[in-house]
């Protein structure tokens, strides 16, 4: 604790060379973007999935086609609207002049909403990936610094010619400060990146429910009308289909 809260930390950093200065600001640069980052994500998965709730509940909601369509447009301006809109829309252009859904329509809409669905996961899983690899590459980028201040040690050892414990502990020292930086980047990033795509695979559960809610509210006022006129053609057909011995 005395290396953080005296003034140890400070003087290593100062007596250090233009090379660990360097590295070091390039660990603090990406921790305060991957530290941007966290915190933007965090913020946006909140409202995110607030309002994938919110429409989930407007949807489960619905008894009407009308409803169906305000529903609709009520959601579009919303993150789980671009999956309601991007559907809807297809919908419009599936549906013949009844206002039926046929079974290979059908088929087609589900490909679509989960394209659909792949898609909004995908824009929410970008940039994560900095943090992985800011985790993978912060302690090489310490190690490579502590490479780099141990050979220093070594050649200032063989200039004065020297070995004892006042030459080469301020070497040593100096050398192990980017490895602490470089660890101190990686771990919080690594535990974040994990936390993080959990958060994305929530949101892509929620995502799933909007979804399939979206079939059910469909087959229900769609498909199930076409069943209906189904039905009555086949019963006014039965006479004709009836045989005689």
Same mark, same amino acid.
């Given at each position: 604790?005395?290396?953080?809260?005296?003034?140890?930390?400070?003087?290593?950093? $100062?007596? !250090? @060379?233009?090379m660990t200065k360097s590295i070091l600001l390039i660990l603090v640069a990406v921790s305060v973007v991957c530290w941007s980052l966290i915190f933007y994500k965090i913020?946006?998965?909140? !409202?995110?999935?607030?309002?994938?709730?919110?429409?989930? !509940?407007?949807?489960?909601?619905?008894? !009407?086609? $009308? @409803?169906?369509?305000?529903?609709?447009? $009520?959601?579009?301006f919303t993150f789980s609207g671009h999956l309601i809109s991007d559907y809807v829309h297809e919908l419009t252009l599936a549906v013949n002049k009844n206002g039926l859904l046929s079974e290979r329509e059908a088929d087609y809409l @589900?490909?679509?909403?989960?394209?659909?669905? @792949?898609?909004?996961?995908?824009?929410e899983e970008s940039y994560l990936s900095i943090l992985s690899v800011a985790a993978a590459s912060g302690p090489l980028v310490g190690l490579f610094g502590t490479v780099w201040g141990l050979t220093n040690s070594f050649i200032s050892i063989s200039e004065k010619q020297s070995a004892d414990i006042v030459t080469i502990a301020p070497g040593m020292a100096e050398a192990l400060v980017t490895t602490m930086a470089g660890l101190m980047v990686a771990i919080p990033m690594l535990v974040m990146f994990h936390y993080l795509n959990g958060r994305v695979r929530h949101i892509e559960h929620l995502l799933q429910q909007v979804s399939d809610q979206l079939q059910a509210q469909v087959q229900k006022l769609f498909k199930d009308v076409e069943e209906k006129h189904e039905g009555t053609v086949i019963s006014s057909e039965a006479p004709k289909r009836s045989f005689v011995p």
């Open positions: 604790m005395k290396l953080f809260f005296g003034n140890a930390l400070w003087h290593l950093i $100062q007596q !250090s @060379d233009g913020v946006t998965f909140k !409202s995110k999935e607030k309002q994938i709730r919110e429409t989930l !509940s407007k949807l489960r909601r619905i008894r !009407s086609r $009308q @409803d169906f369509f305000e529903v609709a447009r $009520q959601e579009q @589900d490909a679509q909403r989960f394209a659909v669905v @792949d898609r909004l996961v995908y824009q």
